[in-house]
């Protein structure tokens, strides 16, 4: 049986002597494994529309629930990231963080959307990498039911905190801290309390759009990380790849 879905290869892996399997994020069934066949060789028609980070239409053959790519139509390739090894790090660790987000048969428009539209922001010209990181990554969290609860101190309600708490999601001000009370807290001014407010609720088109000073945007950074990794209790190669190459400011 043969059906079209729209998808973003998330990863690729080489199968037998010129095949792939690809990790695909679609529109239609969510996650799903992919086999292409023959994708390697040289004159591959499926080769421009399967590879990683490539956003396509493709038409697939099913058979007892496996699927084979049968045509690949790439309608987004993101080329300028192709062409800047950082940009292609910190991409294939949006990809990872999605594909660690996604499950097979669940379809989620909501992480499929994000996805897409960090790759966009990271093709504009000199693209803000510290701050579409940490738009992605702070997104990503709420999506997967991670969403902080910001609205003011966990103590006593004041709608001006200073730190948040990493394992709980939660914000304080210094003064509320207990004595002897342990977990992370990272430190947020005005500003980066305000920027994560901003990304826990804006429209998802205008993720990507909000201004922010050096030290703020640190602290964002800083805290978006933290805050995922943590939830999620665990790390990500591609994300360590990317801060080896040392990370442009923003
Ligand atoms: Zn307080």
């Known amino acids: 049986m043969y059906t079209k879905t729209l998808g973003l ?12 399997l690809l990790t695909v994020l679609t529109r239609a069934r969510g996650k799903v494994t992919l086999r292409a066949r023959g994708v390697r060789s040289r004159r591959s028609p499926l080769k421009s529309g399967c590879q990683l980070l490539a956003y396509s239409e493709f038409t697939l053959f099913e058979n007892r629930g496996n699927f084979v790519v ?5 309608q987004e390739l993101f080329l300028p990231l192709r062409q800047d090894i950082e940009l292609l790090a910190l991409a294939s660790y ?9 499950r097979e048969e669940d379809p ?6 994000l996805t897409l539209n960090a790759l966009s922001a990271l093709c504009r010209p000199n693209p803000p990498q510290q701050k579409i990181k940490a738009a992605f990554e702070m997104r990503a969290a709420c999506i997967s039911g991670y969403t902080p609860l910001l609205d003011g101190c966990a103590v006593c309600g004041n709608t001006q905190p200073d730190r948040f708490l990493v394992r709980s999601g939660t914000v304080q001000c210094a003064a509320c801290r207990q004595l002897g009370e342990e977990g992370l807290h990272l430190p947020l001014s005005p500003g980066s309390l305000t920027a994560l407010r901003y990304l826990a ?3 998802p088109k205008r993720l990507f759009s909000f201004s922010l000073g050096e030290q703020s945007c640190r602290e964002l950074s800083d805290v978006a990380e933290t805050y995922l990794l943590t939830q999620l209790e665990r790390g990500f190669f591609t994300l360590d790849f990317y801060k080896s190459l040392g990370v442009r400011p923003v």
């Open 108 to 113: 989620d428009e909501a992480l499929l959307s």
């Open 94 to 102: 949006f990809a990872q963080v999605a594909e660690v987000l996604s």
């Open 9 to 20: 290869v998330l990863r690729e892996t080489e199968y037998r002597d010129s095949d792939k």
């Open 70 to 74: 049968d045509e690949a139509v790439a």
């Open 201 to 203: 609720t804006c429209p």
